[in-house]
């Protein structure tokens, strides 16, 4: 017995109790962090949480970079850090700026001592990385903000004194509000427009940390994050070749929850799920002897060598976010963003500035979204809604409203499938750019055009199953997409017949495509044309149902009008029997576990009819002048 109880004893002290830490503004470092003794920063609370702990933090502004040292063992023994419960708390990367000078009319500047941003001066840090395109000047990671809003960076100190709009801005006004800067070996000097505001009698905050929450070292897994507002990090350019470092990032790590939360003002990305520095970085640009395809697939075995697997990195969980002002993307992930779940989240006006452009900018944008499920997202004024780019696979695209932006809706890139886009609203003049094969769109509203390209120059990866090992490689020659059960809206004229120039309206644009499609049915409206191959189109060509967004009182409605005629489209309920198996992986449509996939539920995740489910995202929406509330 004594024995026995040694052993018991020994071996309820090898596991720690979960604690509650606490933070709060009023706090000290050297407190012990309890309810009555909290302390100051985040910082000291994340060096000692251990795995099962939670750290609470309590309302006010906290300026730092929080760097968690560790995470957590598993699911259910997570480092928890999350907002206290109806409090607001804000993390910045930036620092309040003071003792402006007048220095002209309306311009303001400020010498700030190069000692005072430590090792990293934003100012002194020029954006640069593969993909990226600065448009001819330089770019510095540093910002300014006045009231809480950017202004306008600009390369040449007459653009501060004599401001024009910036010609391919979302913002021409707020353009005009711009700041410079320069160094040398003692100070940083910015100088900026504030349209005769005092500086010194406004709040006026400048980045100084290139993110606000962000493990320096891989393998931090674990780890919630909730009910924070993170917001102005000095952020670098996000290439898939590169370490992805986003406002908030999971560093190429496993298990994180990004929950609740409010992330602005990213002068790049707002959330990564994207990889490490050691699989390569910015390799095409350190030598652009090769292709950046060769280079990112070199980038991939590197990865996997690595350990890029299921049991080692992604399954995140993205949800419930509002994401807005970041000049590169909201959510971005290179190979990291494996078997994750972003649902939820409200994402826009993202590259609104478009002072600098370059392939890696979109609300949403993944390489490698190996069994990744994208959900119930509102994306509009992001440029591009959702690029999958590379490796979508397994990919699940569903009950997204995306609109309002100028690019396109969807980008699928050099994707070899399967994947699955359904009950989706897509609402933009172009929804969808397909440079890709093998996918399955089923019960789709599209309002805009579709492209239709291959792409024999670049060889991309497919997988085996489920997993983050290779299958092969191809190129895509286009097609072997499966159109069921959607209904396209045209723009009420006539259609351009070369889909090779600017596409169209409706899966006639895959007329010439080396890979025929699988369709049945569709209903074309307004001047939307089928597939010439499809046997069961409902043709509504002649009518239009005028369907429009609109904004009432903080909630969204679409309104269109459906006639009688539209009940009788000869739909059939689609499952992973008819769907199939994608020519060139040879897999099958189905769920992230192997299950038999079913998409039996509409939008609002209603029950669809066994017999004849209604085509479009809504199952049974009426006809006459409808108003359906999106949310």
Known sequence: MHQRTILLWAMMTCVAPA???????????????????????????????????????????????VTPPRGGESDSRRI????????????????????????????????????FFGTYNPYKDLINGDWFDAKGRPHHTGEVYLNGK????????????????????????????????????????????????????ELVEINVRDSCFYPDKPGRDYITVRGFHMSQAATQWAAPTAEQIGLIGTHWSKGWIIENNVVSDSKCVGISLGKDRKTGHNVWTNDPRK???????????????AGWSREKIGSHIVRNN?????????????????????????????????????????????????????????????????????????????????????TDDLFVEVNHGPFLVDNNLFLSALNMRDVSQGGA??????????????????????????????????????????????VFVGAGGAEDVNPL?????????????????????????????????????????????KVELIEEDGHGFLRMTLGAAFRTAATKRVNTGPLGKAKVSGLGYENGDGSPLAIDRDYFGKKRSDSAPSAGPFEDPGQGNLKIKLW
Not at 294 to 305: D, F, K
């Open 150 to 201: 950017s202004l306008f960076e600009t390369h040449l100190l007459e653009n501060v004194l004599n401001p024009k709009p910036h010609p391919a801005t979302l913002d021409r006004e707020d353009s005009t509000w711009t700041w410079f800067t320069e160094s040398d070996a003692q100070f940083t000097h910015i100088y900026a427009n504030f349209h005769g505001k005092n500086p010194n009698e």
């Open 291 to 305: 292709d950046g395809a060769i280079h990112y697939n070199e980038t991939i075995l590197r990865a996997l060598e």
């Open 501 to 545: 120039r600017a596409g169209g309206h409706g899966p006639w644009v895959y007329n010439h495509r080396d890979y025929p499609l699988q369709t049945g049915g569709n209903v074309y409206f307004a001047g939307a044309r089928p597939y010439f191959q499809e046997k069961s189109a409902l043709d509504l060509r002649a009518e239009n149902p």
């Open 322 to 406: 509002v994401i807005f002002n970041c000049e590169q993307a909201g959510i971005v992930g290179s190979l990291g963003a494996v078997f994750s779940r972003i649902g939820d989240n409200h994402i826009y006006d993202i590259w609104t500035k478009r002072q600098f452009a370059g392939a890696e900018i979109a609300g949403i944008k993944l390489h490698g979204a190996i069994d990744v499920l994208i959900h119930n997202n509102r994306i509009h004024r992001s440029g591009r809604g959702i690029w999958m780019d590379w490796m979508a696979q397994g990919t699940r695209i569903s009950g997204n409203v995306v609109y309002d932006n100028s």
């Open 441 to 486: 769109y089923v019960h789709n509203l599209m309002t805009g055009r579709i492209i239709s390209q291959p792409e024999p120059r670049r060889s991309t990866p497919y997988h085996k199953a489920h997993s983050t090992a290779l299958g092969g490689l191809a190129s895509v020659v286009g097609g072997d997409d499966r159109f069921y059960n959607n």
């Open 80 to 115: 928890v850090y999350q907002a206290a419960s109806g409090e607001n708390v804000v993390i910045k990367g930036s620092e309040v700026i003071r003792n402006w000078k007048p220095f002209l009319p309306g311009v303001w500047k400020a010498a700030i001592p190069n000692s």
């Open 19 to 65: 604690k509650e830490l606490h933070v709060s503004v009023r706090g000290i470092d050297t407190n012990d962090g309890s309810a009555a003794k909290p302390f100051k920063t985040i910082s000291a609370a994340a060096r000692l949480a251990q795995p099962g702990d939670a750290i609470t933090v309590h309302e006010g502004t906290y300026r730092e970079r």
